[in-house]
C-alpha cells in the first residue's frame, strides 16, 4: 500500500506532503476497524465503503462525499 500511495506521489497525484508509509498505516487501520464495525452491525457495508473511498479521495484532493 506504501508502496503504491509513493508512486502516485512521484506522479504528482498525490501530494509531496504525504507520507507514504504512515498514509499506509492509516488506511489500513481505518478499513479493518470499518471492517470490525460492518461485522458487529454498527455501520452497514455502503456506509464502511464510502467512509473509506473518502479517505482515498482526500489523498488526491478530491471529495467523493
Given at each position: 500500500?506504501?508502496?503504491?500511495?509513493?508512486?502516485?506521489?512521484?506522479?504528482?497525484?498525490?501530494?509531496?506532503?504525504?507520507?507514504?508509509?504512515?498514509t499506509?498505516?492509516?488506511?489500513?487501520?481505518?478499513?479493518?476497524?470499518?471492517?470490525?464495525?460492518?461485522l458487529?452491525?454498527?455501520?452497514?457495508?455502503?456506509?464502511?465503503?464510502?467512509?473509506?473511498?473518502?479517505?482515498?479521495?482526500?489523498?488526491?484532493?478530491?471529495?467523493?462525499?
Amino acid at each position: 500500500m506504501a508502496q503504491l500511495i509513493g508512486k502516485d506521489q512521484e506522479a504528482g497525484r498525490i501530494r509531496g506532503g504525504v507520507r507514504p508509509d504512515g498514509t499506509a498505516l492509516t488506511l489500513v487501520a481505518l478499513a479493518e476497524g470499518l471492517a470490525a464495525y460492518v461485522l458487529t452491525g454498527v455501520v452497514t457495508a455502503q456506509v464502511a465503503r464510502d467512509r473509506l473511498l473518502d479517505e482515498i479521495a482526500g489523498l488526491y484532493g478530491r471529495s467523493e462525499g
